[in-house]
């Protein structure tokens, strides 16, 4: 059986994605320990990603793949078909239907599930953000140590990769 390509996209570019992570990681640790050698205190902060303006094609490409993928499953769109061409042989309003359900679609993914999924998204970076800061400000230690070991563990990785003995 043929692998679906966004497996075979992310098996590529798992290295790219993990250097991404680590870098993000480390990143994320040299700031905090930054923050708390300049002496500010602990606080609560709050991410807020802004919400992707969204084209009509990427649109209509998240409600193919999410929406539209579930309303194909559950055999609609056929049972559709065969009620309005094959039984009232009414071709025009199926065509017409279908577009005005994909439409819908495309409003409720634009104005309810996209920013539903970042508020989400918001609220998971703010909680780990947080949660980071936090365990950097009980102990700086803890934040070298991290960036220590994830710098360590990244060169150690990539020596390895060129000189495999």
């Known amino acids: 059986m043929k692998e679906p390509w966004h497996k075979k996209i ?5 290295q790219e994605v993990i250097k991404a992570a680590i870098i993000a990681l480390v990143s994320s640790c040299v700031f905090g320990l930054i923050y708390y050698f300049l002496g500010r205190g602990y606080e609560l902060r709050q991410v807020h990603l802004p919400e992707p303006t969204l084209t009509l094609r990427l649109l209509s490409g998240l409600v193919f793949s999410s929406l539209g993928r579930i309303l194909y499953k559950l055999k609609f769109y056929y ?3 065969i009620i309005l061409v094959y039984i009232l042989r009414l071709k025009e309003l199926y065509d ?5 359900i994909w439409y819908f679609l495309m409003f409720i993914m634009g104005y309810y599930i996209v920013p539903w999924v970042m508020n989400v ?6 909680i780990l953000l947080n949660a980071g800061m936090f365990l950097v400000y009980i102990s700086p230690h803890v934040g070298v140590f991290i960036v220590a070991f994830l710098l360590t563990f990244y060169f150690l990785k990539k020596k390895s990769a060129k000189n495999p003995a």
């Open 79 to 81: 049972v559709l078909k």
């Open 96 to 100: 017409f239907l279908k577009g005005i």
């Open 121 to 126: 998204i918001n609220f998971i970076l703010t």
């Open 10 to 14: 992310l098996r590529e570019y798992k």
